[in-house]
Structure formats: structure tokens, C-alpha cells
């Protein structure tokens, strides 16, 4: 302890006199422990004496052991190398003799060898002399072992001269051989009935002999056996694609006739496959050349024939040999089309059908990294189907056109016995033209996609686009012309159209067959796209078509609203015929609002029920869109309104507003009625607020029409002037002190408060612009005040017959409280 700690100690152990009484027990006490501290120090002391001396000890001992360790490793050494001087003296004449024996026995075995070489060349001469195939094929082999064991040796001259010997030999079998069977074909098998065992032994023997010698021979035999063919049907007698089916027919002919001589060829070696390959190819030379020489167009019916025939033919040969599967249903795909006209496609389906596409781009893929295979094997890599088909490709134009003038004749005859009505019992509202086309194309799509997918099937698909075009343009011309109102106005069309209940019908069917036209002409292009060949599928391509019958969806369902604004143009003059001016009362709803309600109760069921929601939904805006500025317009073409015509007028148009509003419910279609319903309440609420304008107190007339109709002109502000009445003198002032306010009531602009980047003067609202804000607040009380109805007495009288409807429980009032 530090001198420090050792003060702090005795202050803690005597904190005051009374506690120095303890201090002798204190001392007693560490003097014991001194003691004891000595007597361990001594004892260590001595035992560590001691230890020193014993490790000492130890440690010479332990280093005489390693220096007589190290004596015995030296000595043992040097025995060892006694030892191996030794063994080196005994074994140095018996490793000479051990590589006299190694060289000695090599020798023997290549002399064994070397008269083995000789005698078996010797023998194959003979064997090939006398033409003894089988044992010439067995001998060919074991000279083949033989010279394989001298590869070393080539140089030695005698070795030199063995080879080119047993090289001649073969020469001389593969000449016999040829020879031999330059005889196979000409009748002689039948005459020597050895002949056939004797070529089939040579079989073995070409088998033994290069595998070029093989090629070389089966090439000969077939050229040999196609050599006749060539002659027979290059003739001009034969040499016609009426005869097409004749070739094919003396091909399978010639392949079961010489069934049994040709089983003379082993199995391995494909003689009749190797045959069907050449004779295709020449056989698609040749009629390349027919096809080409002719001076005119070629028959159909001959054309098809010849290539239906080619199509059969090499279906034969592609499950005979196994080449060239087809990959894909072409049948379930055509069929799909048209079918779940209602039902979409799933995320499965579109998933199904680019793994498809996919799957046919790697088909292709590797049909070109297998280009390399041997096609002397079947179902390697070669493909029989199109080997000669191909060739009637280029020339199968005059089908295309055959096919586009009968399915044009075909569509002309359906729209003349086109009844234009739909049959009892029918599931859809479709007309049945629109179906049986789509089966008239189906039908004209499995003929070609049975005789070709290449293309000619894509210059197919072009005719089904211009036949679908010519269908959409017929369905258009069958829509009534002509057009009126506002939307008939801003799309253009002249004239009016007036359409019966029965041509309302039929234009629902002409949207419900457009729109079938549509979804089956992209299933058509889908199917199509999955049965022609990749080349051509970027190409197939309904698009252009789906836009014509959605052009005529929309023009049939625009020239439906036509048809009711027509209807709507006789209750529209029977409303200015109304004489507004000299009403003595508020009664029930007008003759031409209930005339309006007829027409609209008597069309829209039919229509609702026919029409996709869809297509209802488009046609209630549209109407929408036409009926409200219209009825809004038609106020301005009466003549004078007084106080009690503009009451009956606005009670009428709340009427009109129901009746509107009450339309989806007509069609029984109420999906997209919150959308409609707000549109139509925003376009009669301007009509309401023209005639909130016109009951308005002269004085106030001005500030109301700025105040309920902001966006309006002077020109309408001052018609609504002449329909309450007015000379042309009170006019002028009103008109004055419109024009000097402006056309609407704007609120003033208050500068946000920001802070500004230069000390600028606070805004104070100017007593002009006060005012205007005051008189517009004022006109907006008294606008409120007067659509409560509490401007006049007249007005009261009206609010007492609303009230009294509520509680009659029919009436044309009580339409209004229906909830």
C-alpha cells in the first residue's frame, strides 16, 4: 500500500481516541501474521532449491540418450549404404537380362503378328477371288485388328507393302460387290436363287469396308431404281399434274413389290427411307417444271387434287418413318372460333397462348442447330410433310381467288335472305348472316390449313379481312340515313331520320351483331396466328377489321338517338304551341310532356333488352347529351311567358327531369344510372335556371340571369327579355345596365397574403367592387327565395298544388315525390 493508503486505513480501523484502546490486540494480531508469511517464504525457498538441482540432473541425462541416438542413426546409415552397393553388384546382370526378355518377347509377338498379317492378307485375296463374301467380311476384320497393332511400323518397307496390298484387296472386293449388285433389279434373282444370299453377304462385306463405300453403294441402288421412274414420267404422256397421283402410286407399288428381294440390306442401313428421299426430291423437280411450263393459269379442281394427293403421300411417309410430327391441333384451334361469344379470355388462356408462340420460336430454333443431323436415320431431323408440297405453293394463287369469289357469293346471298329478325328461341340477339359467315369462314379455313400453312393460308387470311370489311359496309348501308339535332349537327350528317319501332329493333341487332363480328374476327386472327407458320404470324392481324364494326356499333347507336330526337320534334313544336303567355293556372303536367313520356316508355324497354350494358350506357349519354340543350334551346323558341307559363313550364320540366331520370330503370339497366342520372340533373338544371331567370322581378332580372346562368350571353339575356314581355323600350335600359356589368357575376379576386419581395401598398376592395359582391349576395338570396317559391302569390299557388299531390297517391304530380 501507498503511504497514503496506509494513513487512510488507520483513520478508518481508529477513527477517534476511544478506538486506540485496540490497537495492542491489532498489533498482536499482523505480528502473527508476519510469522506465518516468513515460514511459507522459507519453506518455497527450499523447495525451489531443490527442483533446481533435480531439472539439472535431468537434463544431462537427457543429452547423453541424444548423443547415443544420434551414434546408432550414423551407424545404421552407413550399413544401409553398404547394403544397397551391395544389392546394386548382385542385380546389375539380371536387369540386363530382365530387358533382353522384354525385347525378346516384343519380337515374338509382332513375328506372330507379322505372319498372322500375312497369311490373313493372303487369305482375303483368295476369299475376294473367288467371291466368298461371308468369309471375306469376317477376314476383313481381323486384317483390320491385325494392322492396327503396326501403326507404329508404318515405315518399314515390308509393313509398306502389306498395306498397300490388303488397300488393293479392298479395292477388288468393292468392285465385285458393285458388280454384283449392278445385277440386283434385272431379273437375274429369279433365275439364280443363290444370288440374294450372295448379295447379302456382301452386305457384310461393305459393312466391314469404309463407311463411304456404304454410301456410295446404297446412293447407286437408288439412283438405279428411280432411273425407270425418271424415264416413265418424264414423258409427255405422264409428265401432266392430272397424273400427280400416278407417282406416288408406282413408288408404294415398286416398295411392295421388291419387299422381300430389298430385306437383303440390313436393317441399319434405311434403303427404303434413303429411297423416299430421293424420289420426293425428284418428284418436286419435276413437277417445279410442270408447274412452271405451264402457259396458263392452272385448273382448280386439278391443282387441288394433285396437291391433296401430295399431302397424303407424305402424311404416309412421315408415319411410315416416323419424321416430322406436327405439333400443333390445328382442327381444335379453327373450332374454338366464334365459341363464348359472352366470356372473355382468361389469364390461363392468354398464358396458354404465348407459351405456344414461345414454344414454336424454340421448335425452330432447334430445327437449325439440328440441321447437322444424319438424315440417313429416320425421324432424325428430316421433315416429309411440304418436301414436295412446297412446290405448289408459288402457284395456288387461283385458289385464293377461288376462294374469295365463292365466299363473297356466299356473303352476297346471305344478306339477300337475310330476314333482319332474330328466330324465336334464340339464346342471342343476333342476326343469323353474322354467324353463318363466320362458319362459311371456318369451314373455307380448314380446307386451306389442310393443304397448306404457309403462304398462301396468310394471302387466305387477307381475303377473310376484305370479306369482313364487305360485311361491316353491308350492316352499315342497312342502318338508316339522315340525322337531326345537336349530335346529328356536330357529326355532320344531313336530312332527318325517322325510325319505326321495328327499325329500332333491327339496329339493336345490327350493334349485337357488330359487336359478335368484332370478338370472333380476333379469335379468327388468334387461331390463325397459331396454326401458320411463325414467318407469317407478326402479319395476321384482325385490327383494321375490328375497327369497321366498331365504327358501325357507334353509328348505329348514334343513329338510334337521331331516330328519338325525330320522334321528340313534334312534342318540341307542341311545346312553343303551348300559349304561355295567357295561362290562368298551375296544373298538372303538359300534353307534351306526357307525349314525351309515351314515347320514351314505349322505346327504351325494347331497347334496354337488346342491347349489351355497354352499349345502353352509351346510348343514354348520347341521348342525354341531345335532350337536355335541346329542351334547354326550346324554351328561347316560344314566344311570350308569363308568370303562371313559366311555373307550368318549370313544373314541366321537372317532369321531363323524372321522366329522364327514370330511363335506366325503363331498360332495366342500372349499372351506370349514378353516372347518368348526375349528367341528366346538371343539364335540366340549367332549363330550371332559365326559368328561375324569366319568373325573376324585372328590377332583379339582370343580377339573377348573372347569378344562375354565369356563362351566358347577352343575346339569350336579351331573348329572355322578349319572353317576359318586355317593350323594346324598358329593354334597352336593362340591356344597358347588363352589358355595363358584364355577361356574369364574377367574385372579386383577393390578393393571397404573402410576403412580398418589395414594400408594397395593402389592397382595399374599391366601392364599386364592394357593391358587386353585395348585389350578388342579395341576388342570390332573392334566387334562393324564388326556387322556394316565395316571390309571388302565384308562385304560392303553385307550391300549394305540389303540396297537396303528396298526398294523392297517383297523378301526374305525385311522379315528383316518388323517391
Not at 522384354?102 to 485375296?125: D, N, P
Request: net charge neutral.
Amino acid at each position: 500500500m501507498d503511504k497514503s493508503s496506509a494513513l487512510e486505513y488507520i483513520n478508518q480501523m481508529f477513527p477517534n481516541e476511544a478506538s486506540l484502546s485496540g490497537v495492542e490486540p491489532l498489533m498482536q494480531k499482523i505480528q502473527n501474521e508476519i510469522r506465518t508469511v516468513d515460514a511459507g517464504i522459507l519453506a518455497a525457498v527450499r523447495q525451489q532449491s531443490n527442483s533446481g538441482t533435480k531439472a539439472k540432473q535431468d537434463l544431462a541425462a537427457a543429452t547423453r540418450a541424444v548423443e547415443e541416438l544420434m551414434y546408432k542413426i550414423r551407424e545404421i546409415k552407413t550399413k544401409a549404404v553398404q547394403s544397397e552397393t551391395m544389392v546394386q553388384e548382385i542385380c546389375r546382370d539380371i536387369k540386363k537380362l530382365d530387358f533382353a526378355k522384354k525385347h525378346i518377347t516384343t519380337t515374338i509377338t509382332a513375328l506372330h503378328r507379322l505372319t498372322m498379317l500375312v497369311s490373313a492378307v493372303e487369305q482375303l485375296q483368295v476369299m475376294a477371288s473367288k467371291r466368298q463374301y461371308k468369309e471375306a467380311a469376317a477376314q476383313l476384320e481381323a486384317v483390320n485388328q491385325l494392322c492396327s497393332h503396326f501403326e507404329a511400323y508404318r515405315d518399314i518397307p515390308k509393313i509398306i507393302e502389306l498395306r498397300e496390298k490388303f488397300k488393293n484387296i479392298k479395292q477388288i472386293l468393292k468392285s465385285h460387290v458393285f458388280s454384283d449388285f449392278s445385277s440386283l433389279g434385272t431379273g437375274k434373282e429369279t433365275e439364280e436363287t443363290n444370288l440374294l444370299q450372295q448379295l447379302s453377304d456382301a452386305c457384310l462385306v461393305v459393312d466391314a469396308l469404309e463407311p463411304s463405300v456404304k454410301e456410295e453403294l446404297v446412293n447407286n441402288f437408288c439412283n438405279r431404281e428411280l432411273t425407270s421412274y425418271e424415264q416413265i414420267f418424264e414423258g409427255a404422256e405422264l409428265a401432266k399434274l392430272d397424273k400427280t397421283e400416278r407417282r406416288y402410286a408406282w413408288i408404294k407399288r415398286r416398295m411392295r413389290s421388291n419387299e422381300e428381294i430389298w430385306k437383303i440390306f440390313p436393317s441399319s442401313w434405311h434403303v427404303s427411307y434413303r429411297l423416299c428421299i430421293l424420289f420426293c426430291k425428284k418428284t418436286r423437280k419435276q413437277l417445279e417444271e410442270i408447274l412452271g411450263n405451264l402457259k396458263e393459269k392452272p385448273d382448280v379442281g386439278t391443282l387441288l387434287l394433285a396437291l391433296q394427293r401430295t399431302l397424303e403421300f407424305e402424311d404416309e411417309l412421315a408415319e411410315k418413318f416416323g419424321g416430322g410430327t406436327q405439333n400443333r391441333e390445328i382442327g381444335n384451334e379453327i373450332e374454338e372460333i366464334g365459341r363464348g361469344a359472352n366470356s372473355s379470355s382468361s389469364a390461363s388462356d392468354i398464358r396458354k397462348k404465348y407459351e405456344k408462340r414461345l414454344a414454336a420460336h424454340q421448335q425452330t430454333d432447334s430445327e437449325e442447330k439440328d440441321g447437322s443431323k444424319d438424315l440417313a436415320v429416320p425421324g432424325a431431323g428430316f421433315n416429309f410433310r411440304g418436301i414436295i408440297s412446297s412446290c405448289f405453293e408459288p402457284h395456288l394463287t387461283v385458289y385464293v381467288e377461288l376462294e374469295e369469289k365463292t365466299l363473297m357469293e356466299s356473303l352476297e346471298k346471305l344478306v339477300q335472305e337475310e330476314t333482319w329478325d332474330i328466330e324465336e328461341g334464340s339464346q342471342n340477339s343476333i342476326l343469323s348472316s353474322s354467324m353463318q359467315l363466320f362458319l362459311i369462314i371456318k369451314r373455307s379455313l380448314k380446307r386451306c390449313s389442310a393443304l397448306t400453312k404457309s403462304q398462301t393460308l396468310f394471302n387466305l387470311f387477307k381475303v377473310f379481312q376484305r370479306i369482313l370489311k364487305a360485311y361491316a359496309t353491308k350492316l352499315f348501308a342497312r342502318i338508316p340515313k339522315g340525322g337531326t339535332g345537336i349530335v346529328a349537327a356536330a357529326t355532320g350528317m344531313d336530312g332527318q331520320i325517322k325510325t319505326s319501332d321495328r327499325d329500332e329493333t333491327v339496329i339493336c341487332y345490327i350493334v349485337n351483331s357488330a359487336e359478335y363480328c368484332h370478338k370472333t374476327a380476333g379469335e379468327l386472327s388468334e387461331s390463325v396466328s397459331k396454326i401458320i407458320d411463325p414467318q407469317f404470324a407478326d402479319g395476321v392481324d384482325m385490327s383494321e377489321v375490328q375497327d369497321e364494326f366498331s365504327a358501325v356499333i357507334t353509328k348505329s347507336l348514334v343513329t338510334l338517338v337521331h331516330g328519338l330526337e325525330t320522334k321528340f320534334d313534334i312534342e318540341m313544336a307542341a311545346m312553343t304551341r303551348v300559349p304561355w303567355a295567357t295561362l290562368e293556372s298551375v296544373g298538372d303536367q303538359s300534353e307534351y310532356v306526357n307525349a314525351i313520356n309515351l314515347i320514351l316508355t314505349t322505346s327504351i324497354p325494347a331497347l334496354g333488352s337488346l342491347l349489351s350494358p355497354v352499349y345502353f350506357q352509351f346510348f343514354l349519354d348520347k341521348l342525354a347529351s341531345s335532350l337536355g340543350p335541346r329542351f334547354y334551346s326550346n324554351i328561347f323558341k316560344c314566344k311570350q311567358i308569363s308568370e303562371t307559363g313559366a311555373q307550368q313550364m318549370l313544373l314541366d320540366t321537372q317532369a321531363v327531369k323524372t321522366i329522364l331520370l327514370e330511363i335506366p330503370s325503363l331498360g332495366r339497366q342500372t349499372s351506370g344510372a349514378a353516372s347518368y342520372s348526375k349528367f341528366v340533373s346538371r343539364e335540366m338544371s340549367k332549363a330550371e335556371a332559365l326559368l328561375k331567370v324569366i319568373l325573376s322581378p324585372v328590377d332583379s332580372v339582370a343580377d339573377t340571369y348573372r347569378a344562375l346562368l354565369p356563362e351566358g350571353t347577352p343575346m339569350e339575356f336579351q331573348r329572355i327579355l322578349e319572353l317576359k314581355g318586355l317593350k323594346k323600350a324598358d329593354q334597352q335600359s336593362i340591356l344597358d345596365d347588363f352589358n355595363k356589368h358584364g355577361p356574369g357575376i364574377k367574385q372579386a379576386q383577393i390578393t393571397p397574403s404573402v410576403v412580398p419581395a418589395a414594400p408594397v401598398a395593402p389592397v382595399v376592395p374599391s366601392p364599386n367592387v364592394a357593391g358587386l359582391i353585395a348585389s350578388r349576395e342579395d341576388v342570390l338570396t332573392r334566387a334562393a327565395a324564388l326556387g322556394r317559391g316565395a316571390a309571388t302569390t302565384g308562385f304560392k299557388r303553385f307550391l300549394a298544388l305540389t303540396e297537396a299531390a303528396k298526398d294523392r297517391k297517383d297523378g301526374p304530380f305525385r311522379k315528383l315525390f316518388n323517391p
